[in-house]
């Protein structure tokens, strides 16, 4: 019955770029179920299956591979993105190495714009956006830092994500551009924010208008959801969708798990709920060839409901008559896709966490498991460490 319900929805799947029939199951005891199949589970049950032989089966409760980074042609015939935009970017050369094994690339830099009281803007702020919006002329990098310097409020401790703008650009810059989006995206003042919130945004002093400067920037040529079959299509790996873990959990007995789920729902909200942030996206297709000047824009005001509007083609580099975008409204409720760093929820993680290291026989991992907010490179190499700590300890004798 298992297996049928799986069927049943996963033949409700939206089609994938190039769907893959996965088998359903083909064993009947495994040596590690992995629950979830995006970047986290994906990278550890390739590296057990491929890296040490492994029987693994994959368990995700979505319909499809590739957990948020899930993409597909839309009723339109144009690539988007389900769960919003997706910009693969990192310093680390292993993780290109590893992921290389599994697509080739479209060399990409990202590049946003702010709407501020309907002008475009470069985002992050640098020296374009200082002349744009105060009508200055600003010359050279000293300039542009002696022009924040003059509006920075000096912070004693930077502790929040308010400090960190304030002390940086002042009270106008963070009003304009971080006070309204912080609010909408979280619920939250920036100043009951980690100052790692807002500091993943830099404040720049010359003409760079890149979202990113990591040293390789590029989508996956094929799309994301293609890398994620080529990662799984493995003999010694079988794939179940549409299958939650607790109905798996017993069906398929095995040895180890992996769990890149939320860490709150695996123990059984024991200590209570850890806060996550959750979005909803609109997708809209247009008969338009393009929509706006570039991938993204951000909408810093409050008086605009949704956060920034993404259109694919400029990110996928597709060609096509008609053009598809999608508009995130921050909520509440609904699927769990940030965890919201600030001290109170560390702590409860940490209590959470503890449960974990003393749970036998499983791993956790991914941004969900380990409550981070994770760029999709720093999940692969979290999965690789953790993949290679398990293949040390295997290969002890006698290890659990
Ligand atoms: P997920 O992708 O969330 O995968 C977890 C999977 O586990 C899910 O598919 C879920 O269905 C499944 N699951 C959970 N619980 C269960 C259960 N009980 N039973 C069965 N299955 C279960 N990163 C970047 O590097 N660049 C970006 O531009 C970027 N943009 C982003 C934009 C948005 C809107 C969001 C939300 C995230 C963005 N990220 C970006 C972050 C990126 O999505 C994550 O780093 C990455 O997808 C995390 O992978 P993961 O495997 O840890 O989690
Ligand atoms: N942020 C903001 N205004 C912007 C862009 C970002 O206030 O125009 C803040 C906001 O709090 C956001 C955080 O900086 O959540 C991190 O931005 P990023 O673009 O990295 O968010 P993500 O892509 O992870 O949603």
């Known amino acids: 019955a298992l297996i049928d319900a799986a069927i049943a929805r996963a033949s409700h799947v939206q089609p994938i770029v190039s769907p893959v029939a996965w088998p359903v199951t083909t064993r009947e005891r495994y040596d590690v179920m992995v629950v979830g199949a995006g970047f986290a589970g994906a990278v550890m049950a390739e590296r057990l299956a491929a890296g040490s032989g492994k029987r693994v089966l994959v368990v995700d409760r979505r319909p499809h591979v590739a957990g948020n980074a899930y993409d597909h042609l839309d009723a339109g015939g144009v690539l988007i993105h389900q769960y919003g935009p997706h910009i693969f970017h990192t310093n680390s050369g292993e993780i290109v190495d590893y992921l290389s094994g599994f697509t080739d690339w479209r060399p990409y830099e990202h590049r946003v714009l702010a709407d501020?009281?309907?002008?475009?803007?470069?985002?992050?702020?640098?020296?374009?956006?200082?002349?744009?919006?105060?009508?200055?002329?600003?010359?050279?990098?000293?300039?542009?830092?002696?022009f924040l310097a003059s509006r920075a409020e000096p912070v004693d401790v930077v502790r929040t994500s308010a400090d960190v703008v304030i002390s940086a650009v002042g009270r106008d810059l963070y009003e304009t551009f971080f006070e309204g989006y912080t609010r909408k995206q979280w619920g939250l003042d920036p100043s009951e924010l980690d100052k790692s919130v807002t500091a993943r945004v830099p404040t720049r002093t010359n003409t760079d208008d890149r979202y990113f400067t990591d040293s390789?920037?590029?989508?996956?040529?094929?799309?994301?959801?293609?890398?994620?079959?080529?990662?799984?299509?493995?003999?010694?790996?079988?794939?179940?969708?549409?299958?939650?873990?607790?109905?798996?959990?017993d069906a398929y007995p095995h040895d180890h798990l992996?769990?890149?789920?939320?860490?709150?729902?695996?123990?059984?909200?024991?200590?209570?709920?850890?806060?996550?942030?959750?979005?909803?996206?609109?997708?809209?297709?247009?008969?338009?060839?393009?929509?706006?000047?570039?991938?993204?824009?951000?909408?810093?005001?409050?008086?605009?409901?949704?956060?920034?509007?993404?259109?694919?083609?400029?990110?996928?580099?597709?060609?096509?008559?008609?053009?598809s975008i999608t508009y995130e409204y921050p909520s509440a409720t609904g699927d769990p896709y940030y965890p919201i760093p600030r001290a109170e929820n560390q702590e409860l993680f940490k209590r959470y966490e503890a449960l974990a290291i003393a749970e036998a026989g499983v791993s956790f991992v991914g941004r969900l498991a380990t409550y981070r907010y994770y760029n999709m490179d720093q999940v692969v190499g979290q999965a690789l460490a953790t993949y290679r700590r398990l293949a040390e300890r295997w290969r002890e004798p006698d290890a659990p």
């Open 216 to 249: 390789f920037q590029a989508m996956p040529l094929d799309g994301y959801t293609r890398m994620f079959e080529r990662m799984l299509d493995h003999p010694n790996i079988d794939v179940l969708l549409g299958v939650d873990y607790h109905e798996a959990r």
């Open 258 to 323: 992996v769990f890149t789920g939320p860490i709150d729902e695996y123990f059984g909200y024991r200590y209570g709920q850890l806060p996550y942030r959750s979005l909803r996206f609109q997708h809209e297709t247009l008969s338009q060839e393009w929509h706006q000047p570039v991938a993204v824009v951000n909408y810093p005001s409050p008086d605009v409901p949704y956060t920034r509007v993404t259109e694919y083609k400029h990110l996928t580099g597709q060609q096509a008559p008609n053009t």
């Open 116 to 146: 501020v009281r309907g002008t475009l803007v470069p985002m992050p702020i640098n020296r374009t956006t200082l002349n744009a919006l105060y009508g200055l002329e600003l010359g050279t990098e000293a300039e542009a830092a002696a």
